[in-house]
């Protein structure tokens, strides 16, 4: 029997440099780890790619604000996104930059491929032009004349250009829908079938008279569209058709973005990828957006909040719990300090971080052999979690882990070891490091910090979900300080 390991290929929204990264992109970013961590504790081989956009003309525009070398702005805010993913302990396997040639290459080759299928053609462009969107505006979609996101009016643009035959691929993309259905995300999946039923008009993929950007190959007076560009780095991170992490992780199991680019990516992309003549990626994920204090963030507001200064302030660990926990994944969420800090003490310190030490200082006291017959039998739970991770439903991931460590503490306090000795006590200790060990495998994903310092105090190297059955306890624990500590 031949077995073939699993592959699992997820990737964050690429990050538009005009903007440093900020609790939102971070949310992405944590949201994306947690899922591709979970793979691979289901032992599944996992490529997880993040990384910037950094052509177009709003990144010039920043740059020239800022009285910046373009090239010197994209190195600088590039780095800061990546020290930032470090920080929060993604785990990402690769982080790309559009700027970078190995993406430049294959973006020129696949123009040219585009074009020999004739789905290129020169033209005039004449419309309404939004920076902040990079994108030409209809009527309908304004409000009051102005970008409904950047509340700016676009500027009348009227222009030569390169068009790609979009409209060609009205039929082939509603038939792809139809035939995949999971591939839309679940939310905004009617709006967009129905958008692509009214018609799809050709989009202009070249800007004259730009020089910051990829040089379109057939074309030295133009560059290409900084959506066309970037699009591409999902397959241009794996290499050439003909490479072999090509071959192993395409097509995409999972895109994550946000709403204001699910168009591109649910629309665009396919499109293009049917031009290309390569799979489309199996899923598109809308995540939502957070406010902040129930304000939206954005810089004109003065709200943007550094994550690496909340994680400094209260730990990586409580700042991914807290995000991951607090929204439901593909809603629009809200940042809180204050409810970050109730989430702590509650759930981290009252529930888990007590657990752990109560536990173990129960254990140091014990002499006697730590075994046993499980009470409880866990494996339903467990895949209550798993079928949560694999609808995407995180926040409930950990409502129903919690839900094991809540019953955990309830079991102590019904048993009162304290008042246990010999071969009772190690029975019920037993079910406490058992239940402990689960626990820290299935935390892996979302605060791997603190389920590998359980793993420390468990005498254990962290583990996998296959290992997540009531067996033999084979550790030898360790007391540690508490895992989390009580904010005032
Ligand atoms: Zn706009």
Same mark, same amino acid.
């Given at each position: 029997?031949?077995?073939k390991?699993?592959?699992?290929?997820?990737?964050?929204?690429?990050?538009?440099?005009?903007?440093?990264?900020?609790?939102?992109?971070?949310?992405?970013?944590?949201?994306?780890?947690?899922?591709?961590?979970?793979?691979?504790?289901?032992?599944?081989? !996992?490529?997880?790619?993040?990384?910037?956009?950094?052509?177009?003309?709003?990144?010039?525009?920043?740059?020239?604000?800022?009285?910046?070398?373009?090239?010197?702005?994209?190195?600088?805010?590039?780095?800061?996104?990546?020290?930032?993913?470090?920080?929060?302990?993604?785990?990402?396997?690769?982080?790309?930059?559009?700027?970078?040639?190995?993406?430049?290459?294959?973006?020129?080759?696949?123009?040219?491929?585009?074009?020999?299928n004739?789905?290129?053609?020169?033209?005039?462009?004449?419309?309404?032009?939004?920076?902040?969107?990079?994108?030409?505006?209809?009527?309908?979609?304004?409000?009051?004349?102005?970008?409904?996101?950047?509340?700016?009016?676009p500027?009348?643009?009227?222009?030569?250009?390169?068009?790609?035959?979009?409209?060609?691929?009205?039929?082939?993309?509603?038939?792809?829908y +139809?035939?995949?259905?999971?591939?839309?995300?679940?939310?905004?999946?009617?709006?967009?079938?129905?958008?692509?039923?009214?018609?799809?008009?050709?989009?202009?993929?070249?800007?004259i008279? !730009?020089?910051?950007?990829?040089?379109?190959?057939?074309?030295?007076?133009?560059?290409?569209?900084?959506?066309?560009?970037?699009?591409?780095n999902?397959?241009?991170?794996?290499g050439?058709?003909?490479?072999?992490?090509?071959?192993?992780?395409?097509?995409?199991?999972?895109?994550?973005?946000?709403?204001?680019?699910?168009?591109?990516?649910?629309?665009?992309?396919?499109?293009?990828?049917?031009?290309?003549?390569?799979?489309?990626?199996?899923?598109?994920?809308?995540?939502?957006?957070?406010?902040?204090?129930?304000? +939206?963030?954005?810089?004109?507001?003065?709200?943007?909040?550094?994550?690496?200064?909340?994680?400094?302030?209260?730990?990586v660990?409580?700042?991914?719990?807290y995000?991951?926990?607090e929204?439901?994944?593909?809603?629009?969420?809200?940042f809180?300090?204050?409810?970050?800090?109730?989430r702590?003490?509650?759930?981290?310190?009252?529930?888990l971080?007590?657990?752990?030490?109560?536990?173990?200082?129960?254990?140091?006291?014990?002499?006697?052999?730590?075994?046993?017959?499980?009470?409880e039998?866990?494996?339903?739970?467990?895949?209550i979690?798993?079928?949560?991770?694999?609808?995407?439903?995180?926040?409930?991931?950990?409502q129903?882990?919690?839900?094991?460590?809540?019953?955990?503490?309830?079991?102590?306090?019904?048993?009162?070891?304290?008042?246990?000795?010999?071969?009772?006590?190690g029975?019920?200790?037993?079910?406490?490091?058992?239940?402990?060990?689960?626990?820290?495998?299935?935390?892996?994903?979302?605060?791997?910090?603190?389920s590998?310092?359980?793993?420390?105090?468990?005498?254990?190297?962290?583990?996998?979900?296959?290992?997540?059955?009531?067996?033999?306890?084979?550790?030898?624990? +360790?007391?540690?300080?508490?895992?989390?500590?009580?904010?005032?």
């Amino acid at each position: 029997m031949v077995f073939k390991i699993k592959k699992f290929y997820i990737t964050t929204p690429l990050y538009y440099l005009n903007n440093k990264p900020h609790i939102g992109t971070a949310y992405a970013t944590i949201s994306a780890d947690v899922i591709a961590r979970w793979h691979r504790i289901n032992n599944e081989k !996992v490529f997880f790619l993040t990384g910037t956009d950094e052509h177009g003309e709003k990144v010039k525009r920043a740059a020239d604000e800022k009285g910046q070398n373009v090239k010197e702005f994209v190195d600088n805010l590039s780095l800061e996104f990546k020290k930032t993913w470090d920080y929060l302990n993604i785990s990402y396997d690769d982080f790309i930059r559009t700027t970078e040639n190995r993406h430049k290459e294959i973006v020129k080759k696949f123009i040219e491929i585009v074009e020999k299928n004739g789905d290129i053609y020169k033209g005039k462009y004449e419309g309404k032009y939004c920076i902040g969107c990079e994108n030409y505006k209809t009527d309908s979609e304004l409000i009051d004349g102005k970008c409904s996101d950047h509340k700016k009016s676009p500027e009348i643009r009227k222009e030569d250009t390169y068009f790609f035959r979009l409209s060609k691929y009205q039929n082939k993309i509603l038939d792809f829908y +139809k035939n995949n259905p999971d591939f839309l995300s679940p939310n905004q999946a009617n709006e967009i079938k129905n958008r692509v039923k009214e018609g799809l008009k050709d989009v202009s993929i070249t800007r004259i008279n !730009v020089d910051w950007g990829i040089p379109f190959p057939s074309d030295k007076n133009h560059v290409i569209y900084v959506w066309f560009d970037a699009l591409i780095n999902y397959v241009s991170a794996l290499g050439d058709k003909n490479c072999s992490k090509f071959k192993d992780f395409w097509p995409a199991d999972l895109h994550i973005i946000g709403k204001e680019i699910n168009w591109f990516h649910s629309v665009l992309w396919p499109a293009i990828l049917f031009s290309i003549g390569i799979e489309p990626p199996k899923k598109i994920y809308v995540n939502g957006w957070l406010l902040s204090e129930n304000n +939206k963030i954005s810089k004109s507001l003065g709200n943007i909040i550094n994550p690496i200064d909340i994680a400094n302030k209260y730990s990586v660990d409580s700042l991914r719990y807290y995000l991951i926990k607090e929204t439901p994944f593909g809603l629009d969420g809200n940042f809180s300090e204050n409810k970050l800090i109730q989430r702590i003490n509650g759930e981290l310190v009252s529930d888990l971080g007590n657990l752990v030490y109560r536990a173990f200082s129960l254990i140091e006291k014990f002499d006697g052999e730590i075994k046993g017959e499980p009470s409880e039998n866990l494996e339903n739970q467990i895949k209550i979690i798993s079928e949560n991770m694999e609808k995407l439903q995180l926040s409930y991931a950990l409502q129903n882990i919690w839900k094991i460590i809540r019953n955990t503490n309830k079991y102590i306090n019904e048993k009162e070891p304290w008042k246990l000795s010999g071969e009772n006590l190690g029975n019920v200790l037993y079910n406490l490091v058992e239940r402990i060990r689960i626990i820290a495998i299935l935390l892996s994903p979302f605060i791997p910090k603190t389920s590998e310092e359980i793993f420390n105090q468990l005498g254990l190297k962290p583990q996998k979900i296959n290992e997540c059955k009531m067996g033999e306890f084979k550790g030898k624990i +360790k007391k540690g300080s508490y895992l989390f500590n009580k904010i005032d």
